[in-house]
């Protein structure tokens, strides 16, 4: 679920208003996907898809995805209400599938809950929802493989996987130490061939063994900013350094001192206090290397199936996604030398890691209360701004010069509403502002009181939201 990634975002929004925003002006919004023509901001498609995070709708407490007739009824409240697509989560935290894998274990019982003996998950899911001709994607939590919340998952059942592949991250007094160790989930280290070989393997079975419409890769980043600080790490800086720059001194580097000498935190978030000489390089060296990972998934997903969309689920706070390793962006837009958005983080050739051009769908999570940008004295005088609907939707543009079909996503559940009405006007002023439509986050929340902050069932206000 995106949960984890919508703290983060509340955590540094207000930090980040003033910094991170720009007063309203002209942008260029050309280019098209393909190296076409096209602004696909001009086309304004009505896509309704809804995310099925399946610990939440399989294995929670009022879970209806753990039956067949449930199902079939769920599919059929969504179908009448508008809804067009499902995003079916396929691989979870736990880095197990909710189908037999011949990469990793499948997760039938969780929580007391269980599947229904002897049905495909994934399958059945895919059936019904052609049966209402309902588009349907999958979704892989890419880098993730073990849920610390019970625990489960393949780095603590594999001594051998955990010693060699989670995550380093360093602690507050700059201590490195497994990530698991923190209690956060089990990310894996992006950077290392045996976990991207794993990845692919993965996506490449989903796109082969089920008839999707698409795949989207969730969590396919680095932790935080916080990671990856291992031993394999540092090796692949020095040689990506020695490589592109020809920094025949980066061997006697002091690791991590000259990428980050000391830490704090903010808001209950960990950041780097005072940065070492290396640090920027070293955001650059993380981006190229999801950048590189894209490129190798998009080409895996369309050696089995070509016409299968390769598509992201990421936070839309461009402004502090690099601290995650990624660079959504367009190639064609540089963060280095923009003189209307200033990103401090930035390095010459950061724009090189840009992978919109990889992709056939960008779902963006907008996941906040604020629509408009008048509606606060703090943004009334901007135009992008990364911690509102408008703001973030108008950023996006922006730096994806449009070359890719957007989906705007509102979190249903996690936010403090004031009222229904108002997640009526935020889905309503997605549909009509992104050229591929809307994802609405998570279907549980709208059939769940208890799983909303309204505690009401949101069925009439998603209806009205979609309703032309």
């Not at 049966?131 to 939590?141: D, F, G, P």
């Not at 000489?277 to 050696?303: C, D, E, P």
């Amino acid at each position: 679920m995106k949960r984890c990634t919508y703290i983060m975002a509340v955590v540094l929004g207000a930090l980040l208003i003033t910094t991170q925003a720009c007063k309203k002006g002209s942008s260029s919004d050309g280019g098209g996907i393909d190296g076409g023509e096209i602004n696909t901001d001009t086309v304004r498609k009505r896509n309704v898809i809804v995310w099925v995070d399946s610990k939440s709708n399989i294995f929670s407490t009022y879970g209806r995805f753990n039956d067949t007739a449930k199902i079939r009824l769920m599919m059929d409240t969504l179908k009448n209400i508008g809804v067009t697509g499902l995003v079916i989560d396929v691989k979870g935290s736990s880095g197990f599938t909710m189908y037999p894998s011949a990469y990793t274990k499948q997760l039938t019982t969780l929580n007391g809950k269980t599947v229904t003996p002897g049905v495909d998950y994934v399958e059945f899911m895919i059936a019904e929802a052609r049966k209402r001709s309902l588009k349907v994607y999958a979704s892989t939590v890419t880098f993730v493989e073990g849920d610390a919340s019970v625990p489960m998952g393949t780095v603590y059942d594999d001594a051998t996987f955990k010693s060699n592949y989670e995550s380093i991250v360093c602690t507050e007094t700059g201590s490195r130490i497994p990530i698991t160790n923190t209690g956060r989930n089990a990310f894996v280290n992006p950077a290392q061939p045996a976990v991207q070989t794993r990845a692919l393997n993965i996506v490449k079975e989903i796109v082969s063994k089920y008839n999707i419409d698409g795949i989207l890769l969730d969590y396919c980043r680095y932790a935080d900013i916080y990671a990856d600080f291992s031993d394999f790490s540092k090796t692949e800086f020095i040689k990506f350094l020695k490589e592109k720059y020809n920094d025949n001194d980066a061997s006697s580097m002091s690791f991590p001192g000259d990428i980050v000498s000391s830490w704090k935190v903010s808001s209950g978030a960990l950041l780097p206090n005072v940065t070492g000489k290396y640090y920027k390089k070293w955001l650059l060296y993380r981006s190229t290397v999801i950048y590189n990972f894209f490129k190798q998934a998009r080409a895996a997903v369309k050696s089995v199936k070509p016409g299968v969309d390769f598509g992201v689920y990421v936070g839309a706070w461009y402004g502090t996604y690099y601290q995650v390793g990624v660079n959504w962006a367009s190639q064609d837009y540089d963060p280095f030398n923009d003189q209307t958005i200033r990103f401090d983080w930035a390095y010459p050739g950061y724009n090189e890691t840009g992978y919109t051009e990889q992709l056939d769908v960008l779902m963006t999570g907008n996941y906040f209360t604020q629509i408009m940008l008048s509606e606060n004295s703090a943004t009334a005088n901007l135009k992008y701004h990364w911690w509102s609907i408008e703001g973030s939707l108008n950023g996006i543009k922006y730096v994806t010069k449009n070359k890719v079909p957007l989906y705007g996503s509102i979190d249903l559940g996690n936010l403090q509403w004031s009222s229904k009405s108002e997640i009526t006007r935020a889905i309503k002023y997605i549909m009509a502002n992104t050229s591929g439509g809307i994802m609405l986050f998570d279907v549980v929340h709208m059939y769940i009181p208890q799983n909303n902050y309204l505690k009401q069932t949101l069925w009439d206000a998603v209806a009205e939201g979609i309703k032309k």
